[in-house]
C-alpha cells in the first residue's frame, strides 16, 4: 500500500479529513487527565479536551508526549520545560495560535514535532531555533500567509520530513526555501491556496528530496505547473504527488501543461484527488509514454468525459504506454476504463488494479487488448458472473500473461463460470474470489480449471461441502475461511494431492475426519470452528504437517484431548501457533474457558492400562477379602447348612403332597453309640424336647420296653419312629448293635428313599478307612447327605435350625402305649432299665426307684445273661 510508502503525505498535504479520535482510557485520574505509560517515558493525553498542557502531570523522564486533538490555544515557556530528554511531541489537530519563542528551549532532544492543522498565523522560527535535532517537523496547514522560511532553518541539518504551508498561502517566491539548500530531505511537501495567485520559476529548484508532495489547486493558474516541473527537472524522485491540482474545474484548454513530465524521473507519480476531464488524463499518459515513470495511481478522481472529443475511427492516441504498475481507485465514473472508447491504454501495463470503480462488465474487446498484464486486480467492484464471462466472447490466448487474478469482493456466485472464464488463461496461478457468494451446489458442477492455478483464495464465501468438489485440484494454498462450512468433503482433499497450505478458519466444521489422509500437507489452521474433539489420530496421516492453529473451538476437555496437547507439544513436530490461549475448554460445565494448558486430568483417569491394573487388582483383593471373611465365619458351612435345610423342607412338602406321611409313636428313632450317650443326653434331647413344640424321640436308655427281646425292642421302635436319626462317631462304627439298628432301618427304608433316615456325624469319618462289613454304611455315607456336628459354639444354632428342618414340625396323631417314659420331672419318673450291652453302655439307674422295679430289673438282667449263654444274638438294653 501507497501509504505505507509515504506515511508522511496524509499530513503534509492535509490530504485527508481530520477523523475524531476516541480516547483510550484514562488509568490515573486522580494524578491527572493523561496516561503515563512505558515506565514514564510516554504520556498519551489524545482527545482529552485540554485547554493547557497538564505539565504537573509529566515526570521529567518523559521522552514522548501526544498532546493532539484537544483544545490548546497556546505553547507556553512552562510547559515543557522539564522535560528535557523530550524527544517526541505531537500537537495536531488543536487551536494553538501561539508559541512563546523560549517554549522549547530546555528541549534540544528533541527529534519529531508536528503542529500540523492549528492556527498560527507565522511560522515559529524563534521558538524551533533551539531544536537543532529535529528530523521530523509537520507544520502545515495553519494561517501562514506566506512560505518563506527564516535563516534558522538551515541549521536543522538532521532535518529529514518538512511540511509547511496552509490555505492562506497565495504563492510560492524562489526566496522561500533557501535555507534548505544544504540540506537533503526525505520527504517534502507544500500546500497553497485552492486560488494560486503566483508561481516564481525556480521556487522549487533548490529542493533536494526523494519525496514531493504539492497540495494546491491550478484552476486560475494553470500555466504554473509547467514551471514546477521545470524546476523538478533532472532530478530522481521515489514520489511525486499531486492533490486537487484542478479542485473547481474541468481544465478545457489545449495547452499541455504536463510537458515537463518528460524531463522527470520518479518511480511513482500519483494524482490525488481533483477534476480530470478526457483532454486532461490524455495529457498526462501522452507524456508518461516517453518518461521513466513506471507507476501511476489515480485515487478519488472525478472523471468525466470531454465534449468535444469525437472518435475519428483511426483508434486510441494512447498505445504505447509501459507502465510497471497503473491502480485506478474510487474512479467517480467507469467511463474511464474505456479511454479514448478503447482499452489500448492497458495494454502494455503489468500490474493493473482498478478498484472502487464499481464497473459491473468487462466487453470482450478488453479481454485481447490487455496480453501484457501479468497480474490484474478488479476487486470491490460490482462484477456479476453474466457480465464478466460473456458466452458470446472468445476467449482463446487471450490473457497470455496473467499469473494473478483478484476478483475479491464482488457478487460472482458460480464457480462454473470462473471456471470457464480462466480455463485459456495459460499462465495463471493466484486466484481471489474472496468475499464472493460462491459455493452454492447447484453453481458448482462440472467445473474444469487450468492446471497451472497454485493459489486459491475464496475466504468469505457461502460454500456447501458438495461445493469443493467444484475447486481446482492443483493447489498449493488453499483458504476456505469464513465460508460458513460444516463438514469437509474428503474426496476433494484425496484428490488434492499438491496441497501444502489450508486455510479453513472461521467456518462451522463440527468434527475433524479421524482417516484425513494428506502426504504433502504442511500448515493447517483451523481456528474458530465448532468441533469439540481432537487427537492424536486426527492428524496420524499428514507426515509433513508442521503447523497447526486449531485455537477458539469448544473443546471437551477429556483425556485425548490432553494426550493430544501433551504429545504435541513434547514432541515438537508440529507447532501450535495460537497456543496456548484460544485453547479453552468448553465441556464440561466444571472445566468452562478453562485453558487447556491448565487441564491436568488424572492419570488413573486417562491411562487404560492402568485402570485395567486397578481393576484386576481390586477385584482380586475384593475375592481374596471375601474368601479370608468366609473362612473367618464359615459362611460354606452355614450355605451348606441352609441348603440342607431348603433341601429338607422341600422333601417334607413332596412327601405330604404324595400322602406319604403317616402317624407315628415318635418323631424319631435316635441310635448312637454309649461313648455318645452324654452328647445325646445333654445336647440333642434338651434342644430338641424342651420345646413349645417338643419333639418325642425313642432312645434306648429311657424308651426300650423292659423284658422284650433287644431286637424287637429295635425293630419295634423304629417302626414306630418316622425318622432314624444316626448319631455316627467312631465309637458307633466300633458298635456291633449300632450296626443291627443302622440295618434294620435300611430295611425299613427298601423300597423307598432314604428320607427317613438321618445321619448326624457327631466327629469326622473318613468313608474309605471304614472296614468292608460296614458297606452299608459306606454307601449312606457316600450317597446320602449327612449333618455335622460344628464344633464353634456360634455354628451350633444354626445345627439345631438345621436339623429341626429335617424332622419337620412336631406333631402327631397316635400316642404310644407300650414305650416306657422316663422323663424327669419334678414328681420323679419312670426310668429304663440299663442291660449290659456288648459296646458297654452303662445302664441308666434312676433314683426313687422301687422294690418292684429293681426286681424286674434283676429278672430281664438274668435272662438276658441265660440267652446270652445259650447262644443268642445278645440283648442289649439303651
Given at each position: 500500500?501507497?501509504?505505507?510508502?509515504i506515511?508522511?503525505?496524509?499530513?503534509?498535504?492535509?490530504?485527508?479529513?481530520?477523523?475524531?479520535?476516541?480516547?483510550?482510557?484514562?488509568?490515573?485520574?486522580?494524578?491527572?487527565?493523561?496516561?503515563?505509560?512505558?515506565?514514564?517515558?510516554?504520556?498519551?493525553?489524545?482527545?482529552?479536551?485540554?485547554?493547557?498542557?497538564?505539565?504537573r502531570?509529566?515526570?521529567?523522564?518523559?521522552?514522548?508526549?501526544?498532546?493532539?486533538?484537544?483544545?490548546?490555544?497556546?505553547?507556553?515557556?512552562?510547559?515543557?520545560?522539564?522535560?528535557p530528554?523530550?524527544?517526541?511531541?505531537?500537537?495536531?489537530?488543536?487551536?494553538?495560535?501561539?508559541?512563546?519563542?523560549?517554549?522549547?528551549?530546555?528541549n534540544?532532544?528533541?527529534?519529531?514535532?508536528?503542529?500540523?492543522n492549528?492556527?498560527?498565523?507565522?511560522?515559529?522560527?524563534?521558538?524551533?531555533?533551539p531544536?537543532?535535532?529535529?528530523?521530523?517537523?509537520?507544520?502545515s496547514?495553519?494561517l501562514y500567509?506566506?512560505?518563506?522560511l527564516?535563516?534558522?532553518?538551515s541549521?536543522?541539518?538532521?532535518?529529514?520530513?518538512?511540511?509547511?504551508?496552509?490555505?492562506?498561502?497565495?504563492?510560492?517566491?524562489k526566496a522561500?526555501?533557501?535555507?534548505?539548500?544544504?540540506?537533503?530531505?526525505?520527504?517534502?511537501?507544500?500546500k497553497?491556496?485552492s486560488?494560486?495567485?503566483?508561481?516564481?520559476?525556480?521556487?522549487?529548484?533548490?529542493?533536494?528530496?526523494?519525496?514531493?508532495?504539492?497540495?494546491?489547486?491550478?484552476?486560475?493558474?494553470?500555466?504554473?505547473?509547467?514551471?514546477m516541473?521545470?524546476?523538478?527537472?533532472?532530478?530522481?524522485?521515489?514520489?511525486?504527488?499531486?492533490?486537487?491540482?484542478?479542485?473547481?474545474?474541468?481544465?478545457?484548454?489545449?495547452?499541455?501543461?504536463?510537458?515537463?513530465l518528460?524531463?522527470?524521473?520518479?518511480?511513482?507519480?500519483?494524482?490525488?484527488r481533483?477534476?480530470f476531464?478526457?483532454n486532461?488524463?490524455?495529457?498526462?499518459l501522452?507524456?508518461?509514454?516517453v518518461?521513466?515513470?513506471k507507476?501511476?495511481?489515480?485515487?478519488?478522481?472525478?472523471?468525466?468525459?470531454?465534449?468535444?472529443?469525437?472518435d475519428?475511427?483511426?483508434?486510441?492516441?494512447?498505445?504505447?504506454?509501459?507502465l510497471?504498475?497503473l491502480?485506478?481507485?474510487?474512479?467517480?465514473?467507469?467511463?474511464?476504463?474505456?479511454?479514448?472508447?478503447?482499452?489500448?491504454?492497458f495494454?502494455?501495463?503489468k500490474?493493473?488494479?482498478?478498484?472502487?470503480?464499481?464497473?459491473?462488465?468487462?466487453?470482450c474487446?478488453s479481454?485481447?487488448?490487455?496480453e501484457?498484464?501479468?497480474?490484474?486486480?478488479?476487486s470491490?467492484?460490482?462484477?456479476?458472473?453474466?457480465?464478466?464471462?460473456?458466452?458470446?466472447?472468445?476467449?482463446?490466448?487471450?490473457?497470455?500473461?496473467?499469473?494473478?487474478?483478484?476478483?475479491?469482493?464482488?457478487?460472482?456466485?458460480?464457480?462454473?463460470?470462473?471456471?470457464?472464464?480462466?480455463?485459456?488463461?495459460q499462465?495463471?496461478?493466484?486466484?481471489?474470489?474472496?468475499?464472493?457468494?460462491?459455493?452454492?451446489?447447484e453453481?458448482?458442477?462440472?467445473?474444469?480449471?487450468?492446471?497451472?492455478i497454485?493459489?486459491?483464495?475464496a475466504?468469505?464465501?457461502?460454500?456447501?461441502?458438495?461445493?469443493?468438489?467444484?475447486?481446482p485440484?492443483?493447489?498449493?494454498?488453499l483458504?476456505l475461511?469464513?465460508?460458513?462450512?460444516?463438514?469437509?468433503?474428503?474426496?476433494?482433499?484425496?484428490?488434492a494431492t499438491n496441497?501444502?497450505?489450508?486455510?479453513?478458519?472461521?467456518?462451522?466444521?463440527?468434527?475433524?475426519?479421524?482417516?484425513?489422509?494428506?502426504?504433502?500437507?504442511q500448515?493447517?489452521?483451523?481456528?474458530?470452528?465448532?468441533?469439540?474433539?481432537?487427537?492424536?489420530?486426527?492428524?496420524?496421516?499428514?507426515?509433513?504437517?508442521?503447523?497447526?492453529?486449531?485455537?477458539?473451538?469448544?473443546?471437551?476437555?477429556?483425556?485425548?484431548?490432553?494426550?493430544?496437547?501433551?504429545?504435541?507439544?513434547?514432541?515438537?513436530?508440529?507447532?501450535?501457533?495460537?497456543?496456548?490461549?484460544?485453547?479453552?475448554?468448553?465441556?464440561?460445565?466444571?472445566?468452562?474457558?478453562?485453558?487447556?494448558?491448565?487441564?491436568f486430568?488424572?492419570?488413573v483417569?486417562?491411562?487404560?492400562?492402568?485402570?485395567?491394573?486397578?481393576?484386576?487388582?481390586?477385584?482380586?483383593?475384593?475375592?481374596?477379602?471375601?474368601?479370608?471373611?468366609?473362612?473367618i465365619?464359615d459362611?460354606?458351612?452355614?450355605t451348606?447348612?441352609?441348603?440342607?435345610?431348603?433341601?429338607a423342607?422341600?422333601?417334607?412338602?413332596?412327601?405330604?403332597?404324595?400322602?406319604?406321611?403317616?402317624?407315628?409313636t415318635?418323631?424319631?428313632?435316635?441310635?448312637?453309640?454309649?461313648?455318645?450317650?452324654?452328647?445325646?443326653?445333654?445336647e440333642?434331647?434338651?434342644c430338641l424336647?424342651?420345646?413349645?413344640?417338643?419333639?418325642?424321640?425313642?432312645?434306648?436308655?429311657?424308651?426300650?420296653?423292659?423284658?422284650?427281646?433287644?431286637?424287637?425292642?429295635?425293630?419295634?421302635?423304629?417302626?414306630?419312629?418316622?425318622?432314624?436319626?444316626?448319631?455316627?462317631?467312631?465309637?458307633?462304627?466300633?458298635s456291633?448293635?449300632?450296626?443291627?439298628?443302622?440295618?434294620?432301618?435300611?430295611?425299613?427304608?427298601?423300597?423307598?428313599?432314604?428320607s427317613?433316615?438321618?445321619?448326624?456325624?457327631?466327629?469326622p469319618?473318613?468313608?474309605?478307612?471304614?472296614?468292608?462289613?460296614?458297606?452299608?454304611?459306606?454307601?449312606?455315607?457316600?450317597?446320602?447327605?449327612?449333618?455335622?456336628?460344628?464344633?464353634?459354639?456360634?455354628?451350633?444354632?444354626?445345627?439345631?435350625?438345621?436339623?429341626?428342618s429335617?424332622?419337620?414340625?412336631?406333631?402327631?396323631?397316635?400316642?404310644?402305649?407300650?414305650?416306657?417314659?422316663?422323663?424327669?420331672?419334678?414328681?420323679?419318673?419312670?426310668?429304663?432299665?440299663?442291660?449290659p450291652?456288648?459296646?458297654?453302655?452303662?445302664?441308666?439307674?434312676?433314683?426313687?426307684?422301687?422294690?418292684?422295679?429293681?426286681?424286674?430289673?434283676?429278672?430281664?438282667?438274668?435272662?438276658?445273661?441265660?440267652?446270652?449263654?445259650?447262644?443268642?444274638?445278645?440283648?442289649?438294653?439303651?
Amino acid at each position: 500500500m501507497i501509504w505505507k510508502v509515504i506515511n508522511f503525505s496524509a499530513l503534509l498535504l492535509g490530504a485527508l479529513t481530520s477523523p475524531t479520535p476516541s480516547s483510550p482510557p484514562i488509568s490515573n485520574t486522580e494524578e491527572g487527565p493523561c496516561r503515563i505509560y512505558n515506565s514514564g517515558s510516554s504520556a498519551d493525553c489524545l482527545g482529552r479536551q485540554l485547554n493547557s498542557v497538564p505539565w504537573r502531570q509529566f515526570p521529567s523522564t518523559l521522552e514522548a508526549v501526544d498532546l493532539s486533538y484537544n483544545k490548546l490555544q497556546a505553547v507556553h515557556a512552562d510547559d515543557f520545560l522539564r522535560l528535557p530528554r523530550l524527544r517526541k511531541l505531537l500537537l495536531q489537530y488543536n487551536n494553538i495560535s501561539h508559541i512563546d519563542d523560549d517554549a522549547f528551549k530546555n528541549n534540544t532532544l528533541l527529534e519529531h514535532l508536528d503542529i500540523f492543522n492549528n492556527s498560527l498565523q507565522e511560522i515559529p522560527a524563534r521558538a524551533l531555533t533551539p531544536l537543532l535535532n529535529l528530523k521530523k517537523l509537520y507544520m502545515s496547514n495553519n494561517l501562514y500567509k506566506h512560505a518563506t522560511l527564516a535563516d534558522s532553518f538551515s541549521k536543522f541539518v538532521k532535518l529529514q520530513v518538512l511540511s509547511m504551508g496552509g490555505p492562506l498561502v497565495m504563492g510560492l517566491k524562489k526566496a522561500d526555501f533557501q535555507p534548505l539548500k544544504n540540506i537533503k530531505l526525505q520527504g517534502f511537501s507544500v500546500k497553497c491556496s485552492s486560488n494560486l495567485s503566483y508561481y516564481e520559476p525556480g521556487s522549487l529548484e533548490i529542493i533536494q528530496t526523494q519525496m514531493m508532495g504539492f497540495d494546491m489547486a491550478i484552476d486560475q493558474r494553470p500555466s504554473a505547473l509547467p514551471h514546477m516541473l521545470r524546476d523538478l527537472a533532472n532530478k530522481t524522485f521515489s514520489l511525486i504527488q499531486f492533490r486537487n491540482l484542478f479542485e473547481f474545474t474541468y481544465y478545457m484548454e489545449k495547452e499541455d501543461i504536463f510537458q515537463g513530465l518528460k524531463d522527470i524521473t520518479a518511480n511513482q507519480l500519483i494524482f490525488h484527488r481533483g477534476k480530470f476531464n478526457e483532454n486532461l488524463l490524455r495529457m498526462a499518459l501522452m507524456n508518461l509514454q516517453v518518461t521513466p515513470i513506471k507507476w501511476l495511481r489515480l485515487q478519488y478522481i472525478d472523471f468525466a468525459r470531454s465534449p468535444t472529443f469525437v472518435d475519428s475511427g483511426a483508434g486510441s492516441s494512447i498505445t504505447d504506454l509501459e507502465l510497471d504498475k497503473l491502480d485506478l481507485w474510487y474512479i467517480s465514473n467507469p467511463d474511464i476504463l474505456r479511454f479514448d472508447w478503447r482499452f489500448t491504454w492497458f495494454n502494455k501495463i503489468k500490474d493493473l488494479s482498478i478498484r472502487y470503480v464499481y464497473f459491473n462488465s468487462v466487453p470482450c474487446d478488453s479481454w485481447v487488448e490487455m496480453e501484457g498484464v501479468e497480474s490484474l486486480d478488479v476487486s470491490n467492484n460490482r462484477l456479476q458472473n453474466e457480465f464478466i464471462f460473456n458466452q458470446r466472447c472468445d476467449y482463446k490466448g487471450s490473457m497470455p500473461n496473467l499469473h494473478t487474478f483478484n476478483l475479491s469482493t464482488n457478487e460472482l456466485t458460480s464457480l462454473k463460470d470462473l471456471s470457464s472464464l480462466t480455463r485459456e488463461f495459460q499462465q495463471l496461478q493466484v486466484l481471489d474470489l474472496s468475499n464472493n457468494k460462491l459455493g452454492s451446489a447447484e453453481n458448482s458442477q462440472d467445473c474444469v480449471w487450468q492446471q497451472n492455478i497454485t493459489h486459491l483464495i475464496a475466504h468469505h464465501n457461502q460454500f456447501v461441502s458438495e461445493a469443493l468438489c467444484c475447486l481446482p485440484t492443483t493447489v498449493h494454498y488453499l483458504d476456505l475461511s469464513y465460508c460458513n462450512l460444516d463438514q469437509l468433503d474428503m474426496m476433494y482433499f484425496e484428490k488434492a494431492t499438491n496441497l501444502k497450505e489450508l486455510l479453513l478458519s472461521g467456518n462451522k466444521i463440527k468434527f475433524i475426519p479421524s482417516k484425513w489422509e494428506s502426504l504433502s500437507l504442511q500448515s493447517l489452521a483451523l481456528d474458530g470452528n465448532s468441533f469439540g474433539l481432537i487427537s492424536k489420530a486426527s492428524f496420524q496421516d499428514m507426515p509433513r504437517l508442521s503447523q497447526l492453529r486449531a485455537g477458539n473451538n469448544p473443546y471437551h476437555c477429556t483425556c485425548e484431548l490432553h494426550a493430544f496437547v501433551q504429545d504435541t507439544i513434547s514432541q515438537g513436530k508440529v507447532n501450535l501457533t495460537d497456543w496456548p490461549w484460544n485453547y479453552r475448554c468448553y465441556h464440561p460445565e466444571a472445566f468452562l474457558n478453562t485453558v487447556i494448558s491448565k487441564y491436568f486430568p488424572g492419570h488413573v483417569a486417562c491411562d487404560i492400562r492402568l485402570v485395567i491394573v486397578i481393576c484386576v487388582a481390586t477385584t482380586t483383593a475384593v475375592i481374596l477379602i471375601l474368601m479370608l471373611i468366609c473362612y473367618i465365619f464359615d459362611l460354606p458351612w452355614y450355605t451348606k447348612a441352609t441348603y440342607q435345610i431348603i433341601r429338607a423342607k422341600y422333601r417334607a412338602h413332596k412327601e405330604k403332597a404324595a400322602g406319604e406321611l403317616g402317624t407315628f409313636t415318635y418323631h424319631a428313632f435316635i441310635s448312637y453309640s454309649h461313648s455318645d450317650a452324654d452328647w445325646v443326653r445333654d445336647e440333642l434331647l434338651p434342644c430338641l424336647e424342651n420345646n413349645r413344640n417338643p419333639y418325642r424321640l425313642c432312645i434306648h436308655e429311657r424308651d426300650f420296653m423292659p423284658g422284650k427281646w433287644i431286637i424287637d425292642n429295635i425293630i419295634e421302635n423304629i417302626e414306630n419312629s418316622r425318622k432314624v436319626i444316626f448319631v455316627l462317631s467312631r465309637h458307633f462304627v466300633n458298635s456291633e448293635w449300632c450296626n443291627y439298628e443302622l440295618y434294620f432301618a435300611q430295611q425299613r427304608a427298601m423300597g423307598k428313599t432314604f428320607s427317613d433316615v438321618i445321619l448326624v456325624v457327631k466327629e469326622p469319618i473318613d468313608p474309605n478307612s471304614l472296614p468292608s462289613k460296614y458297606c452299608k454304611l459306606k454307601k449312606m455315607l457316600s450317597t446320602k447327605t449327612y449333618l455335622e456336628w460344628p464344633q464353634h459354639a456360634n455354628q451350633q444354632v444354626f445345627f439345631w435350625e438345621q436339623l429341626r428342618s429335617v424332622l419337620g414340625k412336631p406333631t402327631m396323631t397316635r400316642e404310644g402305649t407300650h414305650s416306657v417314659k422316663s422323663r424327669t420331672s419334678s414328681e420323679g419318673g419312670i426310668s429304663v432299665i440299663g442291660l449290659p450291652m456288648e459296646d458297654q453302655r452303662p445302664e441308666v439307674v434312676k433314683p426313687n426307684m422301687d422294690q418292684e422295679e429293681e426286681l424286674g430289673n434283676k429278672i430281664i438282667n438274668r435272662n438276658n445273661h441265660e440267652l446270652s449263654n445259650q447262644g443268642q444274638i445278645p440283648v442289649v438294653a439303651f
